[in-house]
């Protein structure tokens, strides 16, 4: 299974501002440290915006921070937010779909994956902290 680059996009902006918590970054800082794009990681971060995970804040001195504690962000829920579906085969026009046992396997597949991810929190992710600043920092750095 691969994950759309806007789930991946919308999980380093989290990890990004978790590694952070103690200040506002903006877009263009979160989008220099990973080298990618600007505009995309702008519609990434208002969804995350809209659904809670980030809040934003306005004016010459604003930017996001995390909506709420990182233990509180649950890695499957996110996930679950930013994939559109799971169809891992289009099992819904095919023929034999009946009479085929590949639609219980994948959804015991995907659903094992997702019990996975839903045993994870952003603080988590965020255990080795100082090392990750510090690997964005250079990053950064070296742009």
């Known amino acids: 299974m ?19 918590p103690e200040r506002l970054c903006s877009i263009g800082e979160v989008a220099q440290a990973y080298r990618i794009s600007q ?12 659904a809670g995970y980030l809040e934003s804040v306005r004016g010459r ?6 909506g709420r504690p990182a233990r509180e962000i649950n890695v499957g829920e996110v996930v679950r937010h930013t994939e559109g579906g799971f169809d891992l085969a289009d099992c819904d026009e095919c023929r034999i779909a009946a009479a085929c046992g590949l639609t219980a396997a994948l959804n015991e597949a995907l659903a094992a994956f997702m019990a996975a991810l839903d045993r994870y929190t952003l603080e988590d992710l965020l255990a080795r902290r100082a090392g990750l ?5 250079q990053a950064r750095d070296a742009a």
Do not use: E, P, Q, W
């Open 2 to 20: 691969k994950l759309t680059l806007f789930t991946d996009y919308s999980i380093r902006v989290l990890l990004f501002l978790g590694s952070r």
């Open 39 to 50: 505009n995309h990681l702008m519609k990434v971060v208002n969804d995350l915006v809209n």
């Open 61 to 66: 001195f604003g930017g996001v921070r995390l």
């Open 133 to 137: 600043a510090d690997l964005l920092a």
